[in-house]
């Protein structure tokens, strides 16, 4: 009996932890939710987390690190019949030489229009449509009822997205596809660093990549013409660095004018497209505009971003682009280029640019540090871009446009 007591009176009850009542997410400092959500960094995920409570709704306009992937670019160009045919009989009266005109510079044009639709304020179309925005958000409470579509999907343009960020450092923004269209099987990628103007762009280009497989190389086609189509083993034995006559006659030259200017209008477009998102974030250290496909990246650092602030940009008279200066440019050529990893670039072309008007002394250093070429693109084309710049260099100048 007299145990029984003792384990009675020696039996407590404990009542549960008051925490347990708490929200955890309350004891976390504010400062690791914001590394939290600089992790997460995708505009639309960080828009998901503003509605989570009053807390996050606060935090996230103070992140530092945004991206914006644009789901679709939607173009409101007229396409009625009576466009149509006039502009069918107005091909009727162009040359061989204003069809390719077309070819190459009518495809840049459209996705330009595009891209300034969805980078530019929100408007609506003539004909009452759906103006053509390119962020879509199911989820985003905050949209007006004027900004849906027939889907009940949302859409938003970057700029208006990223209003309600006040301390973006690093953003990125990408685009679904690259603006130039080029045939399977051909490599164009460029990287071009801007201020008020451009500051330097690198083309890396090959006619056709053949990847390491089973497929033998003599085996595949050339995708380009390049004028050099001898057997691919005597190609290799008696290069010696310089570019063949039959790249100059056979259109290897045009081809790669062609994916200079091309690359160089991409690359411009984008940077006047990027104006009202520079002037309405000061704090930017980092701007990047890339695509998915991985075609073209313009970079901006803080300094030229400052540029841009101090120095309007030259916009170009022809359309909503801004500028390109007079140019120097170098030109490095292979007709068979293969890497440590079995890639063969077939036709390779890397050209490096920088802006005619520089002094004696930057010139100089640039042309004794090529690192700025070397490492534009990541791996395997920044390892194709070391072994091109060690072959010889041939220079050409270009007026401005």
Same mark, same amino acid.
């Given at each position: 009996m007299?145990?029984?007591?003792?384990?009675?009176?020696?039996?407590?009850?404990?009542?549960?932890?008051?925490?347990?009542?708490?929200d955890?997410?309350?004891?976390l400092?504010?400062?690791?939710?914001l590394?939290?959500? #600089?992790?997460?960094?995708?505009?639309?995920?960080?828009?998901?987390? !503003?509605?989570?409570?009053?807390?996050?709704?606060?935090?996230?306009?103070?992140? /530092?690190?945004?991206?914006?992937?644009v789901? !679709?670019?939607?173009?409101d160009?007229?396409?009625?019949?009576?466009?149509?045919?006039?502009?069918?009989?107005?091909?009727?009266?162009?040359?061989?030489?204003?069809?390719l005109?077309?070819?190459?510079i009518?495809?840049?044009?459209?996705?330009l229009? $595009?891209?300034?639709?969805?980078?530019g304020?929100?408007?609506?179309?003539?004909?009452?449509?759906?103006? $053509?925005?390119?962020?879509?958000?199911?989820d985003s409470?905050?949209?007006?009822?004027?900004?849906?579509?027939?889907?009940?999907?949302?859409?938003?343009?970057?700029?208006?997205?990223?209003?309600?960020? #006040? &301390?973006?450092?690093?953003?990125?923004? &990408?685009?679904?596809?690259?603006?130039?269209?080029?045939?399977?099987?051909?490599?164009l990628?460029?990287?071009a660093d801007f201020?008020?103007?451009?500051?330097?762009c690198?083309?890396?280009?090959?006619?056709?990549?053949?990847?390491?497989g089973?497929?033998?190389?003599?085996?595949?086609?050339?995708?380009g013409?390049?004028?050099?189509?001898?057997?691919?083993?005597?190609?290799?034995?008696?290069d010696?660095?310089?570019?063949?006559?039959?790249?100059?006659? #056979?259109?290897? *030259?045009?081809?790669?004018?062609?994916?200079?200017?091309?690359?160089?209008?991409?690359?411009?477009?984008?940077?006047?497209?990027l104006q009202?998102?520079?002037?309405?974030?000061?704090?930017?250290?980092?701007?990047?505009?890339t695509?998915a496909?991985?075609?073209?990246?313009?970079?901006?650092?803080?300094?030229?971003? &400052?540029?841009?602030r101090?120095?309007? *940009?030259?916009?170009?008279?022809?359309s909503?682009?801004?500028?390109?200066?007079?140019?120097?440019?170098?030109?490095w050529?292979a007709?068979?280029? &293969?890497?440590?990893?079995?890639?063969?670039?077939?036709?390779?072309?890397?050209?490096?640019?920088r802006?005619s008007?520089?002094s004696?002394?930057?010139?100089?250093?640039?042309?004794?540090?090529?690192?700025?070429?070397?490492?534009?693109? /990541?791996?395997?084309?920044?390892?194709?871009?070391?072994?091109?710049?060690?072959r010889?260099?041939? !220079?050409?100048?270009?007026?401005?446009?």
């Amino acid at each position: 009996m007299s145990s029984l007591r003792s384990d009675l009176t020696s039996s407590r009850v404990y009542p549960e932890p008051s925490y347990m009542d708490d929200d955890l997410f309350d004891r976390l400092p504010d400062s690791l939710l914001l590394l939290v959500f #600089n992790k997460i960094g995708d505009v639309k995920a960080l828009g998901r987390c !503003c509605v989570v409570s009053r807390r996050f709704h606060s935090l996230v306009p103070q992140v /530092e690190n945004v991206v914006v992937r644009v789901d !679709c670019v939607i173009s409101d160009d007229e396409s009625s019949p009576s466009s149509a045919s006039s502009s069918s009989s107005s091909d009727k009266s162009r040359t061989p030489f204003s069809a390719l005109f077309r070819l190459v510079i009518g495809g840049i044009v459209k996705p330009l229009q $595009a891209l300034g639709q969805f980078l530019g304020p929100t408007r609506r179309s003539t004909n009452g449509a759906h103006p $053509a925005l390119a962020v879509d958000d199911p989820d985003s409470s905050a949209a007006d009822s004027s900004s849906f579509d027939q889907s009940g999907v949302t859409h938003h343009s970057p700029t208006q997205v990223l209003k309600n960020f #006040n &301390e973006i450092r690093f953003l990125r923004i &990408e685009l679904p596809s690259g603006e130039l269209g080029i045939d399977d099987g051909v490599l164009l990628k460029w990287r071009a660093d801007f201020g008020s103007t451009l500051d330097n762009c690198v083309i890396l280009g090959a006619s056709s990549v053949i990847h390491p497989g089973p497929t033998k190389i003599s085996d595949v086609q050339d995708n380009g013409s390049d004028g050099f189509c001898a057997n691919t083993n005597a190609a290799v034995s008696d290069d010696n660095g310089s570019i063949p006559d039959s790249f100059y006659t #056979n259109g290897g *030259l045009k081809l790669r004018v062609v994916w200079t200017i091309s690359s160089l209008i991409a690359a411009s477009a984008r940077h006047y497209l990027l104006q009202p998102i520079i002037s309405e974030h000061k704090t930017l250290d980092s701007l990047v505009l890339t695509d998915a496909d991985g075609q073209g990246v313009l970079y901006m650092n803080r300094d030229q971003l &400052e540029e841009l602030r101090v120095k309007p *940009l030259s916009a170009s008279s022809a359309s909503k682009r801004t500028l390109v200066p007079a140019l120097n440019m170098r030109l490095w050529y292979a007709p068979h280029l &293969e890497l440590p990893d079995g890639v063969v670039l077939k036709g390779a072309t890397l050209v490096a640019i920088r802006p005619s008007e520089q002094s004696a002394t930057s010139k100089k250093e640039v042309s004794s540090d090529l690192s700025w070429v070397s490492t534009a693109f /990541e791996e395997p084309y920044g390892t194709a871009a070391k072994m091109l710049i060690k072959r010889r260099t041939y !220079c050409l100048e270009m007026n401005s446009f």
